[in-house]
């Protein structure tokens, strides 16, 4: 428990933290550091039997890929479109989501309800229509990632709403969007439940998650130099780091998940690494079940309220949905829809 309270803890300090260097802040996303305030409470599934012993999402094409944020601050928009993208080959398509348009939304708009509500019901092109370059990213950033742009990249921090060239890209990609997100499920951290996170995951969906970071382990991946985060105390962490949860799998030393970064495809395995349970349970500041759907169905803004123990999904309070039946291993199983 002393554990998760000091996790808690820095999770709520300022971001970025006091003294933090400029080019440091950049790679800052402090969205990573706060609560959904439009999710639902995920509710907790009965699992009927045993789950499989081994899932990577990677190897039954339910990943997208490896992107790679450079020195921009854009971690939890990164990891959305991570998820998009699983959203997307679940339903048959192969569709590459854009990470710049995520950005470039809820960099603008986060004020007018924070993170979660700027993306919520906004459709998302992909990366085909708006590819993703940190100089253009930077010019969407302001706060602390602008000001460390403005150190790494030499561009002015939230100049973006003045150039009607970016803004007239920017609209060209709202009227473009695919995909969308319709909602969210916020899982239990206080404490964190594996199990619930395996079973989601056996069912081919991706999860959104911030991790307590620490710089030198998170860095010592740097050029596929491995492919486990080496252990830190949840205590050093000065932020959050927001990844996709892509798979877990057993070793000797217990089971591990799998971690979908967007620091490009020199860190850790290609991209990904794996973390021990017992980090993943120390560690795991908020993780989230993204509901979405085709952007072609209408989704009102904000987010319906719900009473207790019925979700917002779509444009209704639906009731929580029912117990999951026995999984069988993949490939061929059914998409998990509750």
């Not at 048959?92 to 950005?103: N, T």
Request: charged share 20%; proline share 10%.
């Amino acid at each position: 428990m002393a554990v998760r309270v000091a996790v808690k803890a820095a999770a709520e300090a300022p971001c970025p933290p006091p003294g933090t260097p400029p080019e440091v802040a950049a790679q800052m996303d402090c969205s990573a550091m706060k609560r959904f305030e439009d999710a639902a409470a995920y509710m907790p599934r009965q699992i009927a039997g045993p789950l499989p012993t081994h899932i990577d999402l990677r190897a039954h094409a339910l990943s997208g890929p490896v992107r790679d944020q450079a020195q921009v601050g854009a971690c939890a928009g990164f990891a959305i479109t991570a998820v998009l993208d699983n959203f997307a080959r679940r339903h048959g398509r192969r569709d590459d989501l854009s990470a710049l348009h995520v950005f470039s939304i809820y960099s603008l708009d986060e004020e007018n309800g924070g993170f979660s509500r700027a993306l919520r019901a906004r459709p998302i092109t992909t990366e085909a229509v708006w590819p993703y370059d940190p100089t253009t990213a930077c010019r969407f950033a302001d706060d602390w990632t602008g000001e460390g742009c403005a150190q790494v990249y030499r561009v002015p921090q939230d100049s973006a709403r003045a150039d009607g060239y970016l803004m007239a890209r920017k609209a060209d990609a709202d009227r473009r969007g695919r995909w969308q997100v319709a909602g969210y499920e916020e899982l239990s951290t206080d404490p964190v439940d594996p199990e619930q996170i395996a079973m989601i995951l056996a069912s081919g969906e991706a999860i959104w998650a911030a991790f307590a970071f620490y710089r030198p382990a998170w860095s010592s991946l740097d050029g596929n130099r491995g492919n486990v985060l080496p252990y830190f105390p949840a205590h050093l962490q000065r932020s959050s780091h927001a990844v996709t949860l892509e798979g877990y799998r057993m070793t000797p030393r217990g089971r591990q998940f799998l971690l979908h970064n967007s620091w490009g495809r020199q860190w850790g395995e290609g991209g990904f690494a794996w973390i021990d349970e017992a980090m993943l349970r120390t560690h795991l500041n908020s993780a989230y079940r993204v509901i979405a759907a085709d952007a072609s169905i209408p989704i009102p803004r904000p987010a319906t309220h719900c009473a207790h123990g019925r979700i917002p999904i779509l444009d209704t309070c639906a009731p929580p949905p029912p117990p999951t039946p026995n999984l069988p291993s993949l490939p061929g199983w059914p998409p998990f829809n509750p």
